[in-house]
């Protein structure tokens, strides 16, 4: 086979057959297909598109073109779940001790944060002392031993993912389904999991902005998990404003700690009970939604889920006290106010925006070799439908430059819009693909 004649294939629009996909993922991966090469087919793909059949290829191709954790020596329905990244999301690390204090056998691999985006690992560094650097070995024994085990995605796996994906984030070509859906789905298949519950993003603080391509995008994944002997389920949920009250590492942190002892947001709240009681039914723990979401409830009402959180940060290394008394995590010691520039309601908040203004205060990084500072972040006092009076705080800012702080707080105010009209906030699930 010849790379340039695939090429040509795939810029006239026909299908690339499977043995071709497979030729060209581990030719990819072994260094023997050279980058323009594929940066050529890549831009093809975007604008001719693959078929179902091609994109399930792919995945499969990606998947197998390095490790796959083998978790079939941990007893029970393994059930991993995975985020497609958004502003203030802080899910995993309420929802995966919530579901494991239940029995759900958990076993997670997490990812840094990518452009606006913040990342879990990132977030539960913020804790003193927490690793997410784990063996193999010590990964799957602790997911046997107490639940839930989280570590950082090894470099062997799916490295055919991991060489497009930094590819296509220089030639313009991320924003295609089908490349999107594999890379995301190669790396879940390879984590070994029985089944696996998406929570597709959808909104201005999104990679898929419209909720039309963030549902088409969720059955693609969907289909690729089910193709592949997973039980697979996506939730929809809305990204146009930041989940919760918290942008940053340890302040999104404190506010998930918060939630599992019953104190957090409403729509971060619903947003873990409607994950977890997905994960119970395919876990095989619960029936239906509502059986499932009163045993969360439970969970968190009789401290069992804080509990399975404590366990879990001891497991890795991180300081326990800090779940104890979240206001340990220390937060930056100067803070700046975003104050409303006018009388009426938050009308709209640019979602990608808000994630920015976190990372110009050195939430995120800007380069790869960027040190995070975990102190850093926002509290937003006011979400979309709220009422505010002039001069009043919408959103507190922690800081450790100043310098820093004036960008962030320019940032954030071009961010939000404050207006006369009483908009209604959409609710956080928006749809689901089963
Ligand atoms: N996240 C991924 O892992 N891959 C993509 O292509 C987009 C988001």
């Not at 831009?43 to 995945?59: N, Q």
Request: glycine content about 12%; overall charge negative.
């Amino acid at each position: 086979m010849r790379m340039y004649d695939l090429i040509r294939k795939k810029k006239d629009g026909a299908a690339l057959s499977r043995e071709e996909i497979d030729w060209m993922i581990q030719g990819y991966t072994r260094g023997e297909i050279p980058d323009y090469q594929m940066s050529a087919m890549a831009m093809a793909i975007c604008f001719r598109g693959m078929d179902e059949r091609e994109t399930g290829d792919l995945t499969l191709s990606m998947r197998d073109s390095g490790d796959t954790v083998d978790l079939s020596g941990i007893k029970g329905i393994k059930v991993d779940k995975h985020s497609t990244g958004g502003v203030g999301d802080k899910t995993s690390i309420a929802l995966l001790p919530l579901v494991s204090s239940l029995g759900l056998k958990i076993a997670k691999m997490s990812g840094r944060g990518l452009g606006h985006t913040g990342g879990t690992i990132d977030k539960l560094e913020s804790i003193p002392g927490f690793t997410t650097s784990l063996e193999m070995d010590r990964f799957v024994k602790q997911v046997d031993e107490i639940g839930i085990a989280l570590m950082g995605q090894t470099a062997e796996l799916a490295p055919a993912d991991k060489k497009l994906y930094a590819l296509r984030d220089v030639t313009g070509t991320v924003d295609q389904m089908s490349l999107i859906a594999s890379s995301i789905m190669s790396k879940k298949l390879a984590a070994g999991a029985d089944a696996i519950v998406l929570d597709v993003k959808s909104g201005s603080g999104a990679f898929m902005q419209d909720p039309k391509d963030a549902k088409a995008l969720a059955e693609a994944m969907v289909r690729i998990g089910k193709h592949a002997g997973k039980k697979t389920r996506a939730l929809i949920t809305n990204m146009d404003q930041p989940l919760g009250n918290a942008v940053g590492n340890a302040i999104e942190v404190r506010e998930a700690i918060e939630t599992l002892k019953g104190k957090g947001p409403a729509d971060f709240t619903e947003l873990v009970l409607e994950l977890g009681s997905r994960m119970l039914i395919l876990g095989g723990l619960a029936e239906e939604t509502a059986e499932a979401r009163e045993r969360l409830q439970k969970a968190i009402d009789d401290g069992s889920a804080l509990e399975q959180l404590k366990r879990f940060v001891k497991a890795q290394g991180g300081d326990v006290s800090c779940v104890e008394d979240e206001s340990l995590l220390k937060l930056a010691d100067q803070t700046m106010e975003l104050a409303a520039p006018c009388d009426g309601y938050v009308e709209r908040i640019e979602c990608a925006e808000v994630g920015m203004s976190s990372l110009l205060l050195g939430g995120g990084r800007e380069t790869k070799t960027d040190v995070i500072d975990p102190s850093v972040g926002i509290l937003l006092h006011k979400k979309v439908g709220d009422a505010v009076k002039k001069g009043e705080s919408m959103a507190t800012l922690y800081v450790s430059d100043r310098t820093k702080g004036e960008a962030a707080l320019k940032r954030l105010g071009a961010a939000y819009h404050v207006g006369g009209e009483a908009a209604v906030a959409q609710s956080i699930i928006l749809d689901e693909v089963i």
